[in-house]
């Protein structure tokens, strides 16, 4: 209780010491001016300025320190501004502003603020960095999370107003192919000057009113004196206390910028599970395939490269990235990037194993240790010319290769006895990748694109499984021997041409018509052998027992569409119907499979804006997706220890429906954010694997099936500014209905989960950064068997700076699991920093301790059609770490 009545006290206490003032700012025929800003300028010393942004009403409101005298001035755009002083301790409560139009007879126009903290126009939400940082942040990413509506993930995954930014420039040009992570945390906060966020995104300034592109950039704009200038950072570091195990970390970021030339520069060396991208920029540098083109897979897999991991025994990386952009004339402009990356990991897995419905095994015990070498390396130019302001050319040509080696030894236990497998693949990747996009204006009326891509795609990976006892016996042709040997090559090559012409005709401003035309082009040759290296020397060859694929794949689809495009009012609508006609020869065991067919496949996309602040859209497809390769080569493929795959040369093509809704609204009047995305997908003809279990030994084939699958998730998420405090609420929601067969017996299976969680922070600069946050989750299962999950995650920070100099971050998480028995496991992680440096001084001072409570282990729960499996994973001890870092 006392406790209670001092929180109680105190917030009356900092309210009683703020004042709000509220009211309307209209035009000269009281018409709301939405979006125009209102900002509060402090006419002493020691105060901050205020601002609001004025909602689809024309209301504003601000909140007030009580002594202060304010210059209140109120902007828009084609309007003069209009200031109201309100004095220290005033009893005004309410001001309405109504603007002139700058078209008036006026003598003189007098504009006292080019400062704003936010601006609004029809695309573009700009925020001005200085009205928002206090001066103390180190990166990017901390500026950014102090801007309303903006989050940044721990992935670096950066959000506005729930929408995710895909596309990352600096002074309006890519940075490192536009991922985020590398520019969130390398760029120096110091050097931002403004934050520009750009929907519906194009980098053909006159494609942009046709192209209907759903990206959302992130342009930043430094300051003048770091326009033409290097700058940017080093810091190193190094374990210390009585740890043992050799933490370090290097890490530079270095940035030069001119009118012409821009040049970055980022390495990274550690041992503390650190990445320097996500997947999602892994997978924009690893795209180089064209904006206008969706539906190419690439099978390079390069997944271990692109996540922080400390979820392992011992991880090294090291990374080096170059990116470079200058204007060689007015028309043209080179840029590219190189990236090098290389991981060295080991990890410790333990997993108990319940197998549902299971005549000869109950459970399996599995430890698995494991240790992985991965080396990337990718080079990418791109050309950007312009002959005009109505036309474009690009070429982008992009080259890439990789090798993923591991070894591994797996105990499985089971009732029936203990087995010991040991594995070692190693998987060279090559890929080649071009494009040329053209674009020209011919009128206002009038615009055309071209695009041509091509891909080439070689993986190779070798592997070789040891072990001490004979293994999926019925499954595999194994000769009896003292310990067995087993061999298997995979080889998959791939080449692709996809073309694609566009012409956009606009009939009028309400009315578009878009005609398509385009063709699709893939080759493929997959090759898989199998052997038993006995030790006498001899060779069992799998081939002539069922073994060994050899398959030539062509799928050819060439297509026409149609789009039409209106507006009526705020409602915007563009169907669209497209017909393909596909062909798919695969040639194996000297048969063909030969698939010819015409399909429809409409689309609908529709847009409806309330006003600036409050938008919903929609979109349909119907599509088809042909087997892949593998899934067509019809003789057995050893997957795992305990898995052998059989593909289907009888396959033909999924049909699905995919449909989402999404929601958006921001009311900066009632500081109300709120974000919805529903999602729905329903595919009518399946391709799913049939399954036969053994114990723990499975044989997977794919089979063509009319049992419907559908997949529904929302996600949505409401956040409420109170005061100083930002209080936000999570959900997200997910189920999924599916056939399965599983040995003869076909069953409705349902999966289903959801989350909900709590999030309060913090949002005042002259305070520290607290954030608490609270989720709940529960996951389920239904088919032959039911089960059910439950986890509680809790999650702090603190960051506070004192003393002026010093800086104080902690973070924690709490995770429990409950499964089906309402037995618990859980595991709670600490880091913390205390960092020095004084202001103006190149030097700062880093204490660090990552996982400070030095727990072992993470636990987690898994549940599949026919398993319960606990998960243990070792992770990285305790690390103390010294850093002493130098600012250019």
């Not at 429990?816 to 190149?842: A, G, R, W």
Request: aromatic share 14%.
């Amino acid at each position: 209780m006392l406790k209670l009545f001092l929180f109680f006290f105190i917030t009356v206490a900092v309210f009683s010491q703020t004042k709000k003032i509220e009211g309307t700012v209209s035009d000269n025929y009281n018409l709301p001016l939405e979006s125009a800003n209102v900002i509060a300028k402090p006419l002493q010393e020691k105060a901050s300025l205020k601002f609001a942004i004025v909602d689809n009403k024309g209301r504003y409101r601000l909140e007030l320190e009580k002594e202060v005298k304010y210059e209140i001035t109120v902007s828009y755009i084609g309007y003069v501004e209009e200031t109201f002083i309100l004095e220290p301790f005033s009893d005004i409560v309410a001001h309405d502003f109504h603007l002139k139009a700058t078209g008036e007879n006026l003598k003189e126009i007098v504009i006292k603020h080019e400062f704003k903290p936010i601006v609004v126009k029809k695309d573009t939400l700009v925020f001005d960095v200085n009205s928002f940082a206090n001066g103390n942040e180190r990166k990017m990413k901390e500026i950014l999370e102090k801007l309303p509506g903006v989050e940044v993930d721990k992935n670096g995954i950066v959000t506005v107003q729930g929408k995710k930014v895909t596309k990352m420039l600096v002074e309006g040009k890519s940075f490192f192919g536009g991922g985020s992570k590398l520019a969130v945390e390398n760029i120096p906060a110091d050097a931002l000057d403004k934050i520009e966020i750009i929907d519906h995104f194009n980098e053909v300034g006159f494609m942009k009113q046709v192209s209907d592109s759903d990206d959302l950039a992130m342009n930043v704009k430094l300051k003048e004196d770091k326009k033409k200038f290097v700058f940017g950072d080093v810091e190193a570091g190094a374990e210390v206390g009585a740890g043992d195990n050799g933490f370090y970390r290097a890490h530079t970021a270095l940035f030069y910028y001119s009118p012409k030339t821009n040049v970055s520069f980022i390495g990274d060396a550690n041992s503390i599970g650190k990445s320097t991208f996500t997947f999602d920029d892994l997978m924009r540098f690893g795209g180089g395939i064209s904006s206008f083109l969706s539906g190419r897979k690439s099978l390079s897999n390069l997944y271990s490269f692109s996540n922080d991991n400390t979820d392992v025994l011992k991880n090294k990386s090291q990374f080096g990235a170059f990116n470079f952009s200058h204007d060689v004339s007015a028309k043209l402009t080179v840029s590219g990037f190189g990236i090098f990356s290389k991981t060295l990991m080991a990890s410790r897995v333990e997993n108990n194993v319940e197998y549902l419905n299971n005549s000869t095994i109950a459970f399996e015990d599995k430890d698995r240790n494991a240790k992985n070498k991965a080396v990337l390396g990718i080079g990418n130019v791109k050309l950007d010319y312009s002959p005009s302001n109505k036309e474009k050319w690009y070429y982008n040509g992009q080259y890439q290769s990789s090798t993923n080696d591991l070894e591994s030894i797996l105990n499985s236990t089971t009732n029936l006895g203990t087995s010991i497998f040991e594995t070692i693949n190693k998987a060279d990747n090559i890929s080649v990748k071009q494009y040329v996009e053209w674009h020209k204006s011919y009128n206002n009326s009038n615009t055309t694109t071209f695009v041509i891509n091509q891909a080439y795609n070689k993986i190779t990976p070798i592997n070789n499984w040891f072990t001490n006892e004979p293994f999926l016996q019925g499954l595999i042709p194994l000769e009896k021997d003292y310990t067995y040997t087993l061999n298997q090559i995979k080889k998959t090559e791939a080449n692709s041409i996809d073309m694609l012409f566009k012409y956009y005709w606009i009939i009028n401003n309400a009315n578009h018509l878009y005609t398509v035309a385009g063709n699709n082009h893939e080759y493929s040759a997959f090759q898989t052998t199998e052997k038993q290296i006995l030790t006498d020397g001899s060779i069992n060859d799998f081939s002539d027992k069922g073994f060994g694929n050899t398959i030539k794949y062509k799928l050819n689809d060439v297509y026409i569409g149609l789009e039409y495009k209106f507006r009526i009012g705020k409602w915007v609508n563009k169907p669209g119907l497209y017909l393909h006609g596909y062909h798919l020869n695969a040639i194996q065991n000297d048969n063909d499979h030969i698939v010819a067919k015409a399909l429809f496949q409409p689309q609908w996309n529709s847009d409806y804006e309330f006003n600036k602040s409050e938008s919903l859209s929609f979109t349909y497809k119907l599509e088809n997706r042909f087997p892949e390769v593998n899934q067509l080569a019809d003789k057995y493929t050893l997957e795992f220890y305990n898995t052998v795959f059989k593909g289907n040369a009888l396959l033909e093509n999924e049909k699905y429906h995919t449909a989402n809704l999404r929601y958006s609204k921001m009311n900066s009047y009632r500081g109300i954010i709120w974000n919805g995305m529903l999602n729905y997908s329903k595919k009518t003809k399946v391709i799913r694997n049939e399954i036969e279990l053994d114990g723990i030994n499975q044989f997977n084939t794919p089979v063509m099936t009319d049992n419907p699958e559908t997949n529904i998730g929302f996600n949505g998420s409401v956040s409420k500014r109170i005061y100083r405090f930002n209080l936000k609420l999570n959900t997200r929601l997910s189920l999924f209905e599916y056939s399965q067969t599983l040995n003869d017996i076909t069953t409705i299976n349902k999966r289903d989960s959801q989350d909900i969680g709590l999030v309060f922070k913090t949002a005042y600069k002259k305070w520290p950064d607290i954030s608490i946050g609270y989720n709940k989750g529960f996951s389920s299962f239904s088919g032959i068997t039911k089960s059910h999950f439950q986890s509680d995650a809790l999650t702090g920070a603190f960051e506070a700076v004192f003393f002026k100099f010093w800086k104080y971050k902690i973070d924690y998480d709490y995770l429990k699991n409950t499964d089906n028995q309402k037995q618990s496991n859980s595991y709670d992680m600490i880091n913390t920093s205390l960092f020095y440096q004084k202001k103006n001084n190149p030097f700062g001072f880093q204490l660090s301790v990552n996982n400070l409570l030095d727990v072992k282990k993470k636990y987690s729960n898994k549940f599949s059609d026919y398993i319960i499996s606990e998960q243990s994973t070792y992770i990285l001890p305790r690390a103390i770490m010294f850093s002493v870092s130098y600012k250019l």
